[in-house]
């Protein structure tokens, strides 16, 4: 099946930091979601993006699914980015059958 | 919008006893769909439903995990009896007929001691 890789596992920024989250996939897909878990374990989508960029304030996403990668960017990192963030993609043609990377852990530091 | 409602929050249960955990899809929603996230194996979806009907129960770990949705607004998952391998966050999602981006509740966490 296929399979969805996220690094890094584990990042840790200053305030104010920028970073950059990847997820690679092992197969061509039409869907690619990203997700926040907050802290206290609150799944939040953040972007639909099967292909393209999307923007949604700090935030913004790119996918190339022609190479199988997806980026999510957070500019001016703040303490509330905190948390831990996930790509997933549909497990065959199910949209609601979501395979879910590990995650990135990302936590800001005041 | 309430979103999606899950009860109980938390719950701490012995082993052997019997656990249902709860869920209020968003209202319109056609599909539901419950996940288990542990440490170790990460998101995994149990089981979705699709206007009350279950489509894929693939996930269902074993006979002791069934789920029911015996209407539009309501589902539970069950776990008899239950075991500490269980323990887990139970998280159920759902999301309109023709929409890409699931809604999680806040999941219920169970701990079977």
């Known amino acids: 099946g296929i399979q969805v890789e996220q690094s890094p596992p584990d990042l840790i920024l200053q305030e104010g930091a920028n970073s950059t989250l990847r997820c690679n996939f092992s197969d061509s897909v039409n869907n690619l979601q990203w997700f926040h878990q907050n802290p206290w374990g609150q799944l939040i989508n953040l972007f639909y993006i099967p292909s393209g960029t999307k923007q949604n304030g700090r935030l913004s996403a790119t996918t190339v699914a022609t190479e199988r990668y997806s980026l999510l960017y957070i500019s001016s990192s703040q303490t509330t980015d905190s948390g831990v963030y996930f790509c997933?993609?549909?497990?065959?043609?199910?949209?609601?059958?979501?395979?879910f990377g590990k995650g990135t852990k990302l936590s800001v530091k005041p | 919008d309430a979103g999606v409602i899950q009860s109980p929050r938390h719950e701490v249960t012995e082993m052997g006893q019997e656990v249902t955990l709860r869920c209020k899809p968003i209202?319109?929603?056609?599909?539901l769909f419950w996940y288990r996230q542990t440490m170790m194996r990460g998101l995994e979806l149990l089981i979705y439903f699709n206007n009350n009907v279950p489509i894929d129960d693939s996930g269902m770990p074993e006979d002791r995990f069934s789920a029911k949705m015996p209407n539009a607004s309501f589902s539970t998952l069950k776990i008899q009896p239950s075991e500490p391998r269980d323990s887990a966050v139970y998280f159920c999602?759902?999301?309109?007929?023709?929409?890409?981006?699931?809604?999680f509740g806040a999941g219920s966490r169970l701990t079977v001691l």
């Open positions: 997933a993609v549909p497990r065959g043609g199910s949209q609601g059958n979501l395979i």
């Open positions: 999602a759902s999301r309109a007929a023709g929409a890409n981006v699931l809604t």
């Open positions: 209202s319109g929603h056609d599909y």
